[in-house]
């Protein structure tokens, strides 16, 4: 009778409460000006209080990852191709000698060659290291605001369970008081058996998606409190449920081009422009021949000239031609390289935008929607179905009524709660558009930060290093 699924729609409805996305970027916040190292826990914070905030839980997951040991080591992998590639090549030694009998003349000759650097190969690669170990601080800068996305996202899972629990109890009682009425209305025989069993029936069922709702809020608080790697979350509830505001707030002024250009996404394909400049320089510097300089003694000693040695300084040059390979197909190809990342960077802000002026229309739009039922809709059909229950009370109306009273009281509920449900969903896809992750962010999936990690370790042990040095 008054059954109301609201848990199995719980992947269609998000949270329940205020949040100020966008005006703030993620990554504007906290910003950290090299690699981090393992955080110190914040004064005070309490995975325990009843109430746990938005702010404490992403603090908790900052605090937690053990992947801070991950970003010391990628540190150290680009701290140690940049010293490799400020080193020389080694010089080399060599030795000769023709004649080894005392009769016969002997030559001997030391050398010690050294290949010069005259056209800043060495400062070519010191270079391109350089801008990889910048890129690195960036890379973590975007991470973090993945993360604060994910935690956002699994955070306001819980809320939504939260309500949805509120509002399963709130029918529960509704479909109690209705029961007792119908069992009045049997015991004064004014009603069939069969219709207070098909009220008894809806109550039960009720009572069943309670205790799913109860469940699902576990489910939900593992998922949340596994980002900081506790497997038993103890907080009571999230700050979400004391908040009146429930539709989500977006600071359009705060969502323009330069908000995007800034973002670490855009900031890590600069630096793959500049990364592209920086090989395609070291390109031409290995296209040209670099001379090889030996210097070294020559001794000889002749028989006849009473084992005298005749000791002559030896200078030379060597130097490869450059007939058949000049880097031609390696500086085509890094030329392409770098006219992509230009493009890439002009398309992915314009892109960007597109896609969040799109989302903000639809946004409106929802608003619309959901302040039409808000205000209008829902408070008529309330109004109707607690004037049906009363005049059921008294005989006025049948079980069949009653029914269908609730139906259209509960329809209502399910079309506002879908409707926040899209409007946070949209909310937080633009942010991550904002962040250059609309293709891959996807806030129901509870396994999001598991696969991006276990991305980051492949990236992390697929690193080239940089060789000896040519």
């Not at 005392?102 to 010690?112: C, G, I, P």
């Not at 000889?300 to 005298?308: A, H, L």
């Amino acid at each position: 009778m008054f059954y109301f699924n609201l848990f199995k729609q719980a992947k269609y409805v998000l949270c329940i409460t205020s949040l100020t996305l966008i005006s703030t970027p993620l990554w504007a916040e906290n910003a950290p000006a090299a690699i981090l190292t393992t955080q110190a826990p914040a004064v005070g914070l309490q995975e325990n209080r009843a109430v746990l905030t938005l702010d404490q839980a992403i603090q908790l997951a900052q605090q937690y990852q053990p992947l801070q040991t991950l970003w010391q080591s990628r540190l150290e992998i680009a701290e140690g191709n940049l010293k490799q590639s400020s080193l020389w090549q080694n010089p080399e030694i060599s030795f000769e000698q023709t004649g080894f009998k005392s009769t016969v003349e002997q030559e001997r000759s030391f050398a010690v060659s050294q290949k010069l650097d005259l056209f800043g190969v060495r400062s070519a690669k010191k270079k391109l290291a350089t801008i990889t170990l910048d890129s690195e601080a960036t890379r973590q800068l975007a991470y973090q605001a993945q993360l604060k996305l994910a935690v956002t996202a699994a955070y306001w899972r819980v809320a939504q369970a939260e309500r949805q629990l509120q509002l399963i109890q709130a029918q529960s009682r509704l479909s109690e008081a209705s029961e007792q009425a119908a069992k009045r209305r049997l015991e004064a025989g004014r009603i069939a058996e069969v219709e207070y069993s098909r009220v008894l029936i809806a109550h039960q069922q009720v009572l069943t998606q309670l205790a799913m709702a109860q469940a699902g809020i576990k489910e939900v608080r593992f998922q949340l409190a596994r980002l900081w790697g506790n497997t038993q979350p103890v907080f009571i509830s999230t700050a979400a449920l004391t908040s009146n505001n429930i539709w989500p707030e977006l600071d359009e002024a705060g969502l323009n081009v330069s908000i995007l250009q800034d973002s670490p996404q855009q900031q890590l394909l600069q630096q793959q422009q500049k990364q592209a400049q920086a090989r395609l320089v070291l390109a031409k510097a290995q296209s040209k021949p670099q001379p090889t300089v030996s210097l070294g003694i020559n001794q000889t000693r002749i028989p006849s000239m009473q084992n005298d040695m005749d000791n002559r300084l030896t200078l030379g040059v060597s130097m490869p031609i450059p007939v058949f390979n000049r880097n031609q197909g390696i500086i085509q190809a890094t030329q392409a390289l770098s006219h992509i990342s230009m493009d890439q960077q002009r398309y992915n802000v314009s892109l960007r935008e597109q896609q969040i002026q799109a989302g903000l229309i639809r946004l409106n739009a929802l608003s619309s929607q959901y302040q039409q039922l808000q205000q209008h809709q829902l408070p008529l059909a309330k109004s109707i179905q607690q004037k049906t229950l009363e005049g059921f009370e008294v005989g006025k109306f049948s079980v069949t009524e009653v029914q269908q009273a609730t139906r259209e009281y509960q329809t209502i509920q399910f079309n506002q709660l879908q409707l926040l449900s899209q409007a946070w969903q949209l909310s937080l896809q633009m942010q991550a558009i904002s962040l250059g992750l609309s293709g891959e962010f996807d806030m129901n999936d509870a396994n999001y930060m598991d696969n991006s990690q276990l991305q980051l370790w492949q990236d992390t042990l697929s690193i080239p290093l940089m060789g000896t040095g040519e």
